[in-house]
Nanobody, 119 residues
Framework: QGQLAESGGGLVQAGGSLRLSCAVA??????????MGWFRQAPGKEREFVAA????????DYADFVKGRFTISRDNTKNTVDLQMNDLKPEDTAVYYC??????????WGQGTQVTVSS
């Protein structure tokens, strides 16, 4: 199973930027077998989809509420998935997680990384 370690969160003012990174351990070269995604969970809410990138990186999908502000990317040589977040809004405050976005495959969730956006 993949082991997930998210990093890069923090406290930022509205309009600011953060870059999150997810390191996937325990997959070796099979990392490229999996579509990957970023998800988030705000206090008192369900975890929700944020963005996804296909195995080769050629197909990308975003939730409507982040389109034009967030950019997902992956590095298959390093087994990492990044999320560049620009123009952050207070409603983006949440714990952000990465995981497989491949149908039928979900690894144990990591600790996530806290993103807090102040108004």
């Amino acid at each position: 199973q993949g082991q997930l370690a998210e990093s890069g969160g923090g406290l930022v003012q509205a309009g600011g930027s953060l870059r999150l990174s997810c390191a996937v351990a325990g997959r070796g070269r099979t990392f490229t077998f999996f579509d990957m995604g970023w998800f988030r969970q705000a206090p008192g809410k369900e975890r929700e989809f944020v963005a996804a990138v296909s195995r080769s990186g050629d197909k990308i999908d975003y939730a409507d509420f982040v389109k034009g502000r967030f950019t997902i990317s992956r590095d298959n040589t390093k087994n990492t998935v990044d999320l560049q977040m620009n123009d952050l809004k207070p409603e983006d405050t949440a714990v952000y997680y990465c995981n497989s976005n491949t149908l039928g495959v979900q690894w144990p969730w990591g600790q996530g990384t806290q993103v807090t956006v102040s108004s």
